[in-house]
């Protein structure tokens, strides 16, 4: 079994910060890819960031220059740190991470349960 567990979300002002956190637990060989999504009400989930297993990113449009993800291999875990938040920014925020249990087997996306954001003007 394999969980993922996001921390760090709550109500903040706008130009204010977050720290999102996320660790993947259970049976775990590897992880590769890991990533931050969000959806916020009435719109469709979308990427915001994700982490390649060597360290490079990429990051939506609408968050460059305010988000930055990065990861802890020895963890299993993955962080978003957002500045300069806007209104825009309220949503649900879950991690996934694509996941290897045993040496040889094939590869799986995980989801945690989702952290909610909310961006007060």
């Known amino acids: 079994q394999v969980q993922l567990v996001e921390s760090g979300g709550g109500l903040v002002q706008a130009g204010g910060s977050l720290r999102l956190s996320c660790v993947a637990l259970g049976s775990i060989f590897r992880v590769n890819n890991m990533g931050w999504y969000r959806q916020a009400p009435g719109k469709q989930r979308e990427l915001v960031a994700v982490?390649?297993?060597?360290?490079?990113?990429s990051y939506a449009d609408s968050v460059k220059g305010r988000f930055t993800i990065s990861r802890d291999n020895a963890k299993k875990a993955v962080y978003v740190q957002m500045s300069s938040l806007k209104p825009e920014d309220t949503a649900v925020y879950y991690c996934?991470?694509?996941?290897?249990?045993?040496?040889?087997?094939?590869?799986?996306?995980?989801w945690g349960q989702g952290t909610p954001v909310t961006v007060s003007s």
């Open positions: 982490i390649f297993s060597d360290g490079t990113a």
């Open positions: 996934n991470a694509d996941v290897q249990r045993s040496f040889g087997s094939s590869w799986s996306v995980y």
